[in-house]
């Protein structure tokens, strides 16, 4: 969503430019000894940039929950604004991760945090992404045509 949507507001500089904030906090933003103090920075722009995409994706999946059964809208409501200030980044995704060689232990996101998925709950989400992406090809297509005229 963030380069669609920076591509989108701002054109190819846009683009560019928040490929450009993007990749300096993927090589130097990330928090170790050596780079604590060099990497800060990338690592706060890259927030930055990321915040009004981050939001946007929330509300495209919570959109995207009307279409899919078993899906919730409203849990997916109660879970952006109970667990997004749970994690470092406001952009994060939730639940342990490795990182850098090393294992991460952050709260799950949801009710319940469980890790033993089932083959159903994959295809949901596979289903709502896909219903959250043409909700942003449709948004950015009206955009189009609405800026056309």
């Known amino acids: 969503v963030a380069p669609s949507l920076w591509l989108g507001l701002l054109g190819l500089a846009g683009g560019a430019g928040y490929k450009a904030i993007n990749t300096a906090d993927s090589m130097i933003g990330h928090r170790s000894a050596r780079y604590e103090a060099f990497g800060w920075a990338s690592a706060r722009l890259d927030d930055l940039v990321n915040l009004p995409a981050s ?71 596979l289903k709502l992404a896909r219903i959250a992406d043409a909700l942003l090809i449709g948004l950015f297509g009206g955009l189009a045509l609405v800026i056309a005229l």
Do not use: C
């Open 55 to 125: 939001r946007l994706t929330g509300l495209l999946f919570i959109l995207a929950a009307f279409f899919v059964k078993g899906a919730s809208p409203l849990h997916g409501i109660r879970a952006v604004f109970r667990d997004a200030r749970h994690h470092r980044s406001p952009n994060a995704l939730a639940g342990p991760r490795a990182y850098g060689g090393q294992m991460i232990e952050a709260r799950f996101m949801g009710e319940g945090g469980r890790r033993d998925l089932i083959a159903a709950d994959i295809r949901r989400a």
